[in-house]
């Protein structure tokens, strides 16, 4: 781009190179393999690529499977790779081990534990969850509520509204994503939790965008389940296995409709009736996708030797850093959609800007990463363990350059792609 603006900036630069230079876990970056000159702000949709990763699959497909070929589920393990996988998982979120398992998609995993849930609740009817909650999760409620044609009932909280006020006698579940993917506000899981017990219900928490980005205590929290992305911050790679979360006070009890025979106790012995596994294991279906996983499973190195105090530190002073230079920056024309304080904000940063998905495409045509939420969403993902300072001001700058030179008005920028 050209440099549409004078470069009056010298402090901003000063500051990135000492918050860059100060981060203790800038050595995390070199576990990644990022594309030359990007600035790749979209890690809270799709993480990067680690080295690991690359090797591991590389290893998987042409050693495990090429010349392993099915010993490899005993030899080299693939058949414990979901409760492996898991116990990383837990690791990261404030989970015990044997309470988390890697399988299936998000979207999958919250049926499983919703219908589990609501099986633990036999006399309620209502679902309380908000009108803003990323639409998979509630398409899945409707689609089981259907097929459960027992009168179950999705009650939505507007935006703005505390979702604790929806609770009543008839609520059998409070179905929540901890951070919302538009703004980026995380909810008290702690409180909520506690709000849904003392009615009665029980909290099921979606952690797609919390997951290897928040300093999470999620059993402490009394959460019953959770769900959570692979791909995200995690950098499980495009479609890697989510994990799902059961209490362990509720593994005895807990059971989940889609029954296959990975969650079998005994799935070699091929009997015809199915008797569900102990623990957490009975929460798998099928096969697990193996290639997938052990992709995740190499990308969780990348947290190696690094706290997720330390992440969720970065990830405040990267946010914040970036919000104030936007603001110094690229003058009034953004609002800001995160909340101001660091602590109330995840890993992104959102502005409002009715040509907000041009200037994402505008952006992304320049080689700066955000995406578009509609309806009028510009939004920034930072993954504390590879993006740097330094690429939160050339994002803030980037914007500044667009908007002053009117790039987002222009009608190349308009033409919606399928994905944003
Ligand atoms: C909160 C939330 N839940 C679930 C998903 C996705 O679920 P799935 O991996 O099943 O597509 C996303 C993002 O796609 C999300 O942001
Ligand atoms: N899962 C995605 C996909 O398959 C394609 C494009 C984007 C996604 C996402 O993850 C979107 C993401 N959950 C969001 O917060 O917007």
């Known amino acids: 781009m050209a440099d549409a ?8 630069d000063a500051r990135a190179r000492e918050l860059d230079a100060a981060d203790p876990i800038a050595f995390a970056r070199e576990r990644f393999r990022l594309p030359d000159g990007l600035v790749y702000l979209d890690g809270n949709s799709l993480g990067a690529l680690t080295k690991a990763s690359a090797e591991r699959v590389a290893r998987t497909v042409s050693e495990e499977w090429g010349h392993g070929l099915i010993g490899s589920w005993n030899a080299a393990g693939w058949v414990d790779l979901p409760g492996r996988v898991g116990e990383r998982i837990a690791a990261l979120i404030g989970a015990s081990a044997g309470s988390v398992v890697a399988a299936d998609s998000t979207s999958v995993n919250l049926f499983k534990v919703l ?55 008839r609520t059998a579940v409070l179905m929540l994503t901890h951070v919302d993917y538009r703004t980026g506000a995380i909810h008290d899981m702690a409180a909520l939790t506690r709000a849904a017990h003392a009615a ?11 997951a290897g980005a928040l300093e999470l205590a999620l059993e402490a929290s009394g959460a019953d389940f959770a769900v959570g992305c692979g791909y995200k911050f995690l950098n499980g790679g495009p479609g890697a296995p989510a994990f799902l979360f059961v209490a362990p006070r509720h593994q005895g009890e807990a059971r989940q409709p889609l029954s296959g025979w990975f969650g079998h106790s005994a799935p070699f012995s091929f009997e015809p009736g199915y008797r569900p596994s102990d623990g957490i294991r009975r929460f798998q279906a099928g096969t697990p996708s193996v290639i997938a996983l052990s992709s995740l499973d190499a990308a969780l190195d990348a947290f190696e030797g690094v706290t997720m105090s330390q992440i969720r530190d970065k990830s405040v002073a990267l946010t914040t850093f970036f919000v104030e230079a936007v603001e110094a920056l690229a003058g009034p024309d953004l609002r800001l959609a995160s909340p101001r304080r660091g602590e109330d904000r995840a890993s992104q940063v959102s502005w409002r800007h009715p040509d907000a998905y041009a200037l994402a495409q505008a952006l992304i045509a320049h080689r700066i ?8 969403i510009l939004r920034f993902g930072f993954a504390p363990l590879y993006n740097r300072f330094d690429e939160a001001l050339r994002a803030a700058r980037g914007i500044a350059e667009v908007l002053h030179a009117g790039l987002h008005l222009d009608p190349r920028f308009q033409v919606r792609n399928a994905v944003t």
């Not at 603006?5 to 901003?12: G, K, S, V």
């Not at 027992?150 to 507007?158: F, K, S, T």
């Open 5 to 12: 603006l004078p470069r009056a900036t010298d402090r901003w």
């Open 115 to 169: 219908a589990a849930a609501l099986a633990l609740r036999p006399e309620r009817r209502v679902i309380v969850s908000q009108r803003a909650n990323f639409p998979t999760d509630l398409y899945m409620a409707e689609g089981l509520a259907q097929l459960l044609a027992q009168g179950h009932e999705l009650r939505l909280v507007d935006e703005g509204a505390d979702p604790a006020g929806a609770l009543c006698e």
């Open 200 to 210: 009665g219900a029980l909290a099921i928490w979606d952690l797609a965008h919390s």
């Open 369 to 376: 990463v955000g995406d578009f939420r509609a309806p009028d």
